[in-house]
Each structure stands twice: as C-alpha cells, then as structure tokens.
C-alpha cells in the first residue's frame, strides 16, 4: 500500500507536468495564430495563380514546355513534409502512414524528408532519400519553398523523376487537419473545387485569344517555375499551420488528462489518510475499553 509520501510526491510531479503543458498550448497558440494568418493571406494568391496557369494553358496547348511533359511514372518521387517535433497529436503518423500508403503503390520510388520526424522515419525503415530538409523554422519563408522546389524541377528536367508528388497537411480548421497528396509535375490543373468551378466557369464564357507579350514560350517559362514554387511554399505553411493546431489540441487534452489524474490522487490520498485516522482512533477506543 503506498504511503501518503508517496501520494504526494506523485501528486507535485504531475502539477509540474501539468504546468509544462499549460505553457506548451500558450506557446503553441500564439504560433498557430500566426500561422493562421499567413496561411490566409496566402491562399488568393495561390487561388490567382491556379486560374492564371488554367488560363493561359489552354490558351496555348501547342507550347512545349519540359514541365508539362508526361512520361510513364517508372520513377516517381515523393516530397513529404511532416514536423521536426513531436508532442502534436496524431500530426506526424497520419502524415507518414499516408506516406507508406502512397508509396505502396510503386516498385520504384523516390523521398524527400521535409522536417525530422519524416527524415528518423525513412532511416529506421532504411529507405534511401535524395534530400532532406530540416530545421526550417517557426516562420516560413518562400525561399525555402523555392529551395525544394527547384530541387525537384532540377530532378524532373534531367528525366531522374517521372512525377513528383507532395504530402503535406491541409489546415482545415483548428480542431481539423487533413493529409493531403498534390501531383507537382508534371504540372496540371488543381483539380480541386475552385479549380473546376473557374474551368466551368471559362467554359461558359466566350472563347478568348490571347496576345503573349513577349512570346507564349517565354510565359510559361517563367510562370510555371513560380507555381511549383508557391505551391511547395503554400504545402509549407498549411504543413506549419496544422502542427501548431495540432499541438495546441495535444497540450490541452494533456492538461486536463494530468487535471483529472490530480483530482484521482488527491482522492486515493484522502482516502488512505482518513483510512489511518480511523485506525489511529479505533485504537484509542480499544485501548480506553481495555482500561475499564
């Protein structure tokens, strides 16, 4: 039977345990709000760009252009973006079990590691990466975006990849966050509801020609590159978004799991506490009646 010294040892630890994560959900709300808002302000941006791209492709199918050429994926290559820390839930294993579901359906596959938790996953199951990229920070930058995605174009131009795919994490909302697999090249339409409500929607209007100033070679030269760009950068930050969200929700159920675990404590140390003041008092009495 454990004494009330114990009780109260264990009780202090979880207090200290419980205040670690109060301060944990305070931090990771703060980020997540940030993060929040930068995934906002990103999203027409990216939602011009698909329309911009949709348009302008179908204005000049006959361009050639190494990134919209298709080829059978014998060599498919995926980028997967998970967190470099733990302690956010169910975060990074719904991320990695999508990954080892995606990558079930090729004999020959290729990865880049975006955060550490992807990196230590790929080593333990000894499958080989290209690249890895970690300790990208709190704040994002389109810069690293542009990094990894020149990366994969590099690879894609030179024929070592067939398609490249991204696995990343959609921010939903706070208490949903939803893993999320993006074909990157070849490039092609999103295929998404916004992207078939403004095809629909070119569809219905009046056929339009386009005048490509300087030529349509040269726009799509340029415009492509920045698109597999924005949206490498745009998984990043929905990626970024949904850990805080994720950690936020983690931190508050493990407070109030360490709460009630307190209240559980305090209850079984009253009880032995009161179980040794009625031994103490049982004693007294049989000790009176003795002396009568």
């Given amino acids: 039977m454990p004494a009330l010294r114990d009780f109260r040892r264990r009780i202090k630890s979880v207090k200290s345990t419980q205040k670690i994560c ?3 959900k305070a931090v990771a709300t703060a980020k997540m709000a940030r993060a929040q808002a930068t995934v906002i302000a990103a999203r027409p941006y ?3 760009m698909h329309e911009v791209l949709g348009r302008v492709g179908s204005a000049s199918r006959e361009v050639e252009n190494p990134l ?8 498919v290559c995926y980028i997967v973006i998970t967190a470099d820390r733990g302690l ?6 719904n991320l990695l079990r999508t990954s080892v579901r995606e990558v079930g359906k090729w004999d020959d596959f290729n990865l ?4 550490r938790k992807a990196r230590n996953f790929f080593r333990f ?3 080989e990466m290209d690249r890895e990229f970690i300790g990208l920070g709190e704040n994002i930058r389109f810069e690293q975006g542009q990094e990894i995605a020149r990366f994969a174009i590099e690879k894609y131009i030179a024929g070592e990849y067939d398609a490249v795919y991204m696995i990343y994490s959609k921010f939903v909302s706070i208490l949903v ?3 999320t697999v993006m074909k990157l090249l070849p490039v092609e339409p999103p295929e998404d509801e916004e992207g078939a409500a403004a095809a629909q929607e070119d569809q219905n209007k009046m056929a339009v020609e386009y005048i490509f100033e300087p030529s349509p070679e040269e726009v799509l030269n340029y415009l492509l590159p920045k698109y597999v760009e924005n949206s490498v950068y745009h998984g990043l930050i929905e990626s970024k978004a949904s850990e805080q969200s994720a950690r936020m929700m983690a931190m508050d159920a493990a407070t109030k799991s360490a709460g009630e675990m307190i209240d559980r404590l305090t209850l079984q140390m009253n009880r032995l506490r009161q179980e040794g003041i009625t031994n103490e008092l049982l004693d ?3 000790g009176a009646a003795a002396l009568e």
């Fill in 22 to 24: 109060k301060a944990m």
């Fill in 46 to 48: 990216a939602r011009q």
């Fill in 68 to 75: 919209l050429t298709k080829r059978e994926p014998k060599k």
């Fill in 88 to 93: 956010c839930g169910g975060f990074n294993s």
């Fill in 112 to 115: 880049v590691a975006v955060g």
């Fill in 125 to 127: 199951r000894e499958w």
């Fill in 177 to 179: 966050q939803q893993p």
């Fill in 284 to 286: 007294i009495v049989g």
